[in-house]
């Protein structure tokens, strides 16, 4: 059983910068790819960012791509997602999952293990 717990979330202006941390039970890179999700309310859950860590292979949604950056830390069984350039359309909670395999890593269904979710809230 994976478990995952999120954190780092909060309220930013616009223009500014957050860190979200993802907290993975047991070694998990050797097995699982990492992916972050986001949903705003009254909208589906949509793809963020993965990270395959054992190839070090990273995948990003276009709407953040050049702003976001996912990255893992082996050895504490961390995974991260430095966002810059907020901007009040990235407001959402953000969901860090956990994928057996390395396919299909922008759908949720390629994901077995979810967090509880971090609230982050970009005003303009």
């Known amino acids: 059983q994976v478990q995952l717990v999120e954190s780092g979330g909060g309220l930013v202006q616009a223009g500014g910068s957050l860190r979200l941390a993802c907290a993975a039970s047991?070694?998990?890179?050797?097995?699982?790819?990492m992916g972050w999700f986001r949903q705003a309310p009254g909208k589906e859950r949509e793809f963020v960012a993965a990270?395959?860590?054992?190839?070090?292979?990273?995948v990003y949604a276009d709407s953040v791509k050049g702003r976001f950056t996912i990255s893992g830390d082996y050895a504490e069984n961390m995974v991260y997602l430095q966002m810059n350039s907020l901007k009040p359309e990235d407001t959402a909670v953000y969901y860090c999952?956990?994928?057996?395999?390395?396919?299909?890593?922008?759908?949720?269904?390629?994901?077995?293990?979810w967090g509880q979710g971090t609230q982050v809230t970009v005003s303009s």
């Open positions: 999952a956990a994928a057996p395999g390395g396919q299909s890593l922008r759908r949720t269904a390629a994901y077995d293990y």
């Open positions: 047991g070694r998990i890179f050797s097995s699982y790819a």
């Open positions: 990270f395959i860590g054992r190839g070090g292979i990273t």
